[in-house]
């Protein structure tokens, strides 16, 4: 060819997957709510928002050194962090283990072994100091193996990310506009580094807002379980030091609203049906957070929403009509009585009993319930409010009252002889027969509601 003759250019494209994390439209919730726009972060390669922290944090751990070629990458993470890593590992040569929370979906940690990651699965209910937390098994786990821990928690490159790319993203889309910018606060990567550029280039005009799930210890909650995966911050009731992650920076977020598991899961139910937009239930917890704020804000408000990945993530919980009525919460299932209509109105919660109570203490407040879940009592908690993920057992105080009485039981005993293992749950939702099924020849049920104890059922009132 001629010297003078330009090469033909090169296709139209990314020069790897790695080009093709960021750059995510902003769509409006043209039926829902006009004055809000997602920035679609399930359109990254990995399926979320992490890709961005993922890239991020390698290419800094490379620049520094920390991560040297063909090396063992580390993580702890809800999921979507691994997967990021996965991209990036494969793309780059690396080797990757990933430690997930035993509440992780099992399609997430089929994506990560479907892209080669080792997956290690730990309990998600145990106190940060134990050496079974996530954070400390993938601390070990680099230790032992000499790999590199990517460290999401406390790893500024992941802030950083969003600061540079993420918020200017937004900035740029909205001409400026935006007036509001909210996002689930899981590591605080995402709100405090977008948050922190959006509030630098408007001058400080720009509110944030953080979307944390009620109960978690970020909008003051008592720290105990809730349903939706990956944001929020849980605190075992063990916990010494509670310590929360270096890449949420308070300072950022202007107000923290805390949105129930049952509000985050149907709304993001709703944007499916209503919008098109298959996401998972932390959108549904910050997309929540944004119709609240867009009900109390100006007319020209203009507010931005990260939705960090797709349902598809989770079609075997917050997408399933039987997992969600088990729970006990209000989806559309065929007509006809429920639990609710054969127990009737239920009293208060019954209290949850300290497994390390005395049977004097057990029997001190006379709260009517025969049966009492035996699980931990935080302080903070609303009376009664007992997560199903910690309920140990099962105490009968009407039978421990009548021990009592004839001698057989002291005050002073501890309880322990008297628990019993935890009743089988039946969802408030759930119709009658499918509860009387999987209740077998048990002889009571705790009934949950919202993923809640509201109190206990005889097989017989089932009909
Ligand atoms: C689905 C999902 N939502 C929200 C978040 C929270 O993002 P961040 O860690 O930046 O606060 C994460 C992070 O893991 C996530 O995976």
Redesign the pocket.
Known sequence: MAADVPAPPGPDAFDSVLDAIGGTPLIRLARIAPRVYVKAEFLNPGG???DR?ALAMVLDAERSGALPPGGLIVEG?????GIGLAIVAAQRGYRLTVVVPDKTSSEKTAILRAYGAEVVVTPGAVPQEDPEHVRQVARRVAADRGGWLAD?YDNPA?PAA?RATTGPEIWRQTHGRITHFV?????????SGAGAYLKEVSGGRVRVVGADPEHSVYSGGDGSPYLV???GHYRHPDTAEDVWPR??HRGVVDHVEAIGDRESILTARRLAREEGLLL?A??GT?VAAALRLAARSAPDALIVV?V??SGRSYLSKYYDDGWLLRLGFPVGHAAGPTVADVVGPLPAPPPAVPATASVGEALADRHPAALRPVGPRRPGSPPGSLSVAEVTGTLDVAELRRLVTAGTARPADPITAHVTDPLPTIGITESPAAARARLGTREAAWIVVDGRIAGSLRNGQLG
């Open positions: 979320s928002v992490k922290a993470t809800s999921g979507n962090t999401q992941n969003h996002a689930g606060v899981g590591t605080g990567g995402t709100v995966e990956s944001i890449s949420y998972g932390s959108a910050a990260v960090p990945d």
